[in-house]
């Protein structure tokens, strides 16, 4: 199983940023997908996740409103799109499949991606 997770970069604050992730290796429409982020110092925190269906979608408080995941079953890819960004976002973004079901726990994720950097400087 691999996730690929690619888009990250450098930004100014209230800019924005599509982060995206490739799957392969599993049947991707059995997984929910979910990104969560890790600041340096920090653990690591739940951003967003989709069940497997892309019907129904769940954000953390800090970036309801302002993000948005997406999939795409057909292409076997998740996507984050990150508005209005500000500094406290900057983390490393990383995507995981949840196989059946798509919550906020980082525990019940089967698989993780490599991770991409997102800094946001003012």
């Known amino acids: 199983v691999q996730l690929q997770a690619s888009g990250g970069g450098q930004v100014q604050t209230g800019g924005s940023l599509r982060l995206s992730c490739a799957a392969s290796g599993l049947a991707f429409g059995d997984y929910g997908m979910g990104w969560f982020r890790q600041a340096s110092g920090k653990e690591r925190e739940f951003v967003a996740t989709?069940?497997?269906?892309?019907?129904?979608?769940y954000y953390a408080d800090s970036v309801n409103g302002r993000f948005t995941i997406s999939r795409d079953n057909a292409k076997r890819m998740v996507y984050l799109q990150m508005r209005n960004l500000k500094a406290e976002d900057t983390a490393v973004y990383y995507c995981?499949?949840?196989?059946?079901?798509?919550?906020?726990?980082?525990?019940?994720?089967?698989?993780w991606g490599q991770g991409t950097q997102v800094t946001v400087s003012s």
């Open positions: 995981a499949a949840e196989k059946g079901l798509a919550t906020r726990h980082h525990d019940n994720y089967n698989y």
């Open positions: 989709v069940t497997w269906s892309g019907g129904s979608t």
